[in-house]
Structure formats: C-alpha cells, structure tokens
C-alpha cells in the first residue's frame, strides 16, 4: 500500500501546534474564557484608582475639618496652618494620577472648604464627621477633636496598605506617618499651652 501524505507523526505535530496556538491566544486576547494581561492589568488600574479616590477622600474630610476649625476659632491660623497645608496636599498626592487637587486645597482659609470636596466614604475608617460636625467653642476642645480626627485619617492610610501597589504604598505609609505625627503635634502642643 502507499502512504497518502499524512502521517501519524504528522498529524500529531500539527494537532499539536493548533493547540498550542489556541493556548497562547487564549492567554493574550480579550476574548470569551480568556483572562489575559490586559484584563489583569486593567483590574489593577481601576483597583489602585479607586484607592486613590478614597485615600483622597479621607485626607479631604480631615482637610474640611482643619477648615471648619479655623473659621470658628481663628486664633489657631499660626498653630494650624502649616498643618492644614501639609493635610492640602496629601489630598493632592493620594488623588488619582493627573488629577487635579480638590477646591480649597492650595491655601488655609478662614471659610470651610468649598462645595465638592469629597466627603470620606460612609463611617468605615472615617476620619471625621459630616461637614455639619459643631466645632466646639472651646479652642482646646477643637484641638483635640482635631488631633483624634488625624489620628484616625493616619490609621486608615496605613490600613489601606495592604491593598495599595508598591508605589502607592510607599506614599500612603509617608502620608500615614505624617498624619501620626500631626496627631502627636497637636495634642503635645494643647498640653503645653
């Protein structure tokens, strides 16, 4: 008998390069089943832009708070202003990338901070209350609430650590140790006046 043009062999090798070819589409493409590098990527982009936003957003509350504060007492604008600008422009840092800084971010005023300043997200790992929080009358009181409300914003920064990338990690913590020492700067000084 005479052999036709295809082999065992090759058939084989063929069935074998079709499959390989499949499984390697199948890894690159964006298609049904297939759970490629870009989807990955994408997923990780929009995760880390969304940490931004809420890294943001806890930064801003306290940034309102500072604001609050200031316009009802302001005989603390030597004591809290230095602070309030390094809280302006953590906000700016922990933003998504290209954005740009939220209103009443460059400078302390005397007047909360403008409308549209992201308010952190509902009580999990917030920093302060409601932009209707009373300030207290009593300026050693605001001190304080101030020097908890920092607290609290550092110890969610540094929270969100384990789910930020290398990068934004490396920030969140630098952030997260600032805020730590706001909150020592602002108690250690309301004992001492």
């Known amino acids: 008998m ?5 082999t065992r062999r090759r058939a ?8 390989a070819a499949g499984a390697l589409g199948a890894c690159t493409q964006d298609g049904p089943g297939g759970t490629g590098a870009v989807p ?3 997923r990780a982009a929009r995760a880390e ?8 957003a806890t930064s801003a509350a306290l940034l309102a708070r500072y604001d609050r504060v200031l316009a009802a007492h302001p005989s603390l604008t030597a004591r809290l202003a230095p602070l309030r600008a390094a809280v302006a ?18 400078a302390p005023s005397a007047a909360p901070s403008a409308p ?6 509902a009580r999990a790992g917030s920093t302060a209350g409601p932009a209707t929080d009373p300030v207290p009358a009593d300026p050693g009181v605001a001190v304080a609430e101030l020097a908890v409300a920092a607290r609290r914003t550092a110890d ?3 929270a969100a650590l384990e789910a930020a990338p290398p990068e ?19 108690t250690s000084e309301g004992t001492r006046s």
């Not at 084989?12 to 499959?19: E, M, S």
């Not at 549209?116 to 997200?121: D, F, L, S």
């Not at 934004?168 to 602002?186: E, F, K, Q």
């Open 40 to 42: 990955a990527a994408e």
């Open 116 to 121: 549209g300043t992201p308010e952190p997200p």
């Open 168 to 186: 934004y990690a490396r920030l969140l913590a630098s952030v997260a140790a600032a805020g730590a020492a706001h909150a020592y700067l602002l």
């Open 49 to 56: 832009a969304a940490l931004r936003r809420r890294s943001a």
């Open 89 to 106: 422009a953590h906000v700016a840092a922990l933003g998504p990338a290209g954005a740009s800084p939220p209103p009443g971010t460059a």
């Open 12 to 19: 084989l090798l063929a069935t074998g390069a079709v499959a």
């Open 2 to 6: 005479g052999r036709t043009g295809t």
């Open 156 to 158: 969610a920064h540094a």
